[in-house]
């Protein structure tokens, strides 16, 4: 049941996202591709708590739990403050 | 339960920041304060989970914190916009890696179902995937390997037997989880896979590549949503994933080509021309230039990527802003392929302080052009080439361009003569209301700014 229930946000997800996107015009379309990087690293929010479970081989497992924190972070980190660069740079004509 | 409560709590409450950030994205007026709500969603998830049970110790936690912050912020800063595709490109590896490295974790756990291990795989494989294939489409980027597509004798078949041990490898490892072979196996596997999905496909097919790797990479968050039983992955990882795919879908339009043939057929590496271009090609001096410039009344920019190389953007800016005070109206005409990635050549613009309204996209300026008084190519030769259109012989023939020979006069500033990126002959340069101006783009337009200041 717990596999009909994750695929049933994944399916609604991904019609939202669709319907979201469609809307981005293209003069955004490099922003966007920055800023999904940075969505993206929700992983994160993964990295923190994927060792939970692990019982033998703890040490190895918090060794690429810590890993992934730190590449998630970095898309984080650099996804937002890139996209933000970027579109501070859009101005309107005064 | 309570803090578990509160903690899916403030994921809902991340899920709808992230719904409204995208949703401002679609404006250029709000799209900043839209960036801002998504990273606060993203700060309430990550101080959400920090405070529940189950977590890293804290000095991993710490030490993937500082590291990670100290790389972006100084990727991001430091980065230049022409080098943008290169940093998205490597963001897009990144982010398969975490993911990769989340389903490894994984298989740690005693006691995953069947449905687990299988995402478990999915999330190593698309995270594997998307961490080698986009370090080889950084590499093509930067031209730190060559760019030309990479072809061998038996590629397919390797692929193919690819995929089959891929696939052997995955039975094998929900049979048997505790046996390490198989998940070196597929973690090996899926490396190589990436690789050799991205060596087959030209630079000039890049913007593609990276649309669909942005895509994977969400894609790979939801995977190890699945294997954590996380909504908000899934959530934020779906709506990356459908990004991508859309990117993907308007580049291959732009290009007229349908995903698999920018895949799989190596494009880029050698076409040849049925039909060869005749004509007199007739140049015009920068003085020349500038009278006709001066009498416009409408003057429409082309920009492509040879204008960013040549770093001229700043300068075509300081020439807009004379013919507009000049009494002429200026427009600038946006291909989706100008540039090295979707949206790119606005983001050079807008570095360039180039206001966005002025920017067009090329199915609204194309009813126009007929109207206009001067259309100004700078470094665009593909995106504007009329064989497109007109030509059936053209391997270019069916790709959506604008329609610059329409205008009433059309410059063409060029180094010198040769064809475009697709090796393609243009015949919009012995068009009768053709004029080409060339030598280095930037000293052509100095000079005429240099007219209109005296």
């Known amino acids: ?94 | 339960m309570t803090i578990n409560f509160l903690i899916n709590l403030s994921y809902i409450v991340a899920a709808i920041l992230f719904v409204l950030g995208l949703k401002k994205l679609g404006s250029p007026a709000t799209a900043r304060q839209g960036n801002l709500i998504s990273a606060v969603g993203m700060l309430i998830a990550v101080v959400a989970t920090l405070g529940g049970k189950g977590l890293l110790p804290w000095t991993y936690i710490i030490a993937g914190f500082v590291i990670g912050s100290a790389i972006g912020a100084f990727a991001a800063r430091k980065v230049e916009m022409t080098g943008m595709p290169e940093l998205v490109a490597l963001f897009n590896g990144f982010g398969g890696a975490a993911s990769l490295l989340v389903g490894w974790v994984a298989t740690y756990a005693a006691g995953n179902s069947t449905f687990i291990n299988v995402t478990i795989i999915l999330s190593i494989l698309i995270g594997g995937v998307t961490l080698t294939g986009s370090i080889i489409a950084w590499a093509k980027l930067s031209e730190r390997m060559p760019t030309k597509a990479l072809m061998f004798t038996g590629q397919q078949i390797f692929n193919v037997l690819l995929v089959l041990a891929i696939l052997g490898s995955a039975v094998m490892f929900c049979i048997e989880p505790s046996n390490p072979v198989w998940l070196w196996a597929i973690l090996g596997l899926s490396l190589l896979f990436g690789i050799m999905a991205v060596i087959p496909i030209g630079g000039a097919d890049m913007p593609v590549v990276i649309a669909l790797l942005n895509s994977y990479s969400g894609l790979a968050a939801c995977a190890a949503g699945f294997v954590l039983h996380n909504n908000l992955l899934i959530v934020a990882g779906a709506l990356v994933g459908a990004s991508g795919i859309i990117l993907t879908n308007i580049m291959c339009k732009a290009m007229n080509r349908s995903l698999s043939n920018v895949l799989f057929s190596g494009f880029g590496s050698a076409v040849t021309s049925s039909t060869k271009v005749e004509g007199e090609v007739k140049p015009i001096t920068a003085d020349d230039a500038y009278l006709i410039m001066e009498a416009a009344r409408s003057v429409v920019f082309v920009p492509g990527y040879g204008m960013a190389v040549a770093q001229a953007q700043h300068v075509v800016k300081e020439l807009a802003d004379h013919l507009e005070s000049n009494g002429a109206e200026v427009k600038f005409a946006i291909h989706p392929v100008a540039g090295r990635m979707p949206g790119h050549m606005n983001v050079l613009l807008a570095e360039a302080s180039v206001p966005y309204d002025q920017l067009v996209e090329m199915d609204d300026i194309n009813p126009q052009l007929p109207n206009v008084d001067l259309a100004v190519v700078i470094g665009a030769n593909d995106v504007v080439n009329p064989a497109a259109n007109k030509d059936k012989g053209s391997p270019l023939y069916g790709m959506p361009v604008i329609r610059v020979d329409e205008a009433r006069t059309v410059f063409v500033l060029k180094r010198s003569m040769g064809s475009g990126f697709s090796g393609v002959d243009n015949p919009l340069f012995v068009g009768d209301n053709t004029r080409m101006l060339f030598g280095d783009a930037k000293q052509s337009l100095s000079h005429i700014v240099g007219e209109f200041k005296s």
């Open chain 1, 1 to 94: 049941m717990e596999a009909i229930y994750l695929s049933f946000i994944l399916v609604l997800s991904i019609f939202l996202g669709f319907e979201l996107i469609s809307k981005v015009p293209a003069t955004l379309h490099t922003p966007l591709m920055s800023g999904s990087n940075a969505i993206s690293g929700i992983t994160v929010v993964g990295a923190l708590t994927a060792a939970a479970a692990v019982v033998e081989n703890q040490q190895i497992a918090h060794i690429l739990g810590g890993a992934a924190v730190a590449l998630a972070t970095i898309n984080v980190v650099g996804g937002y403050m890139v996209t933000d660069r970027m579109l501070a740079m859009f101005k309107k004509k005064q």
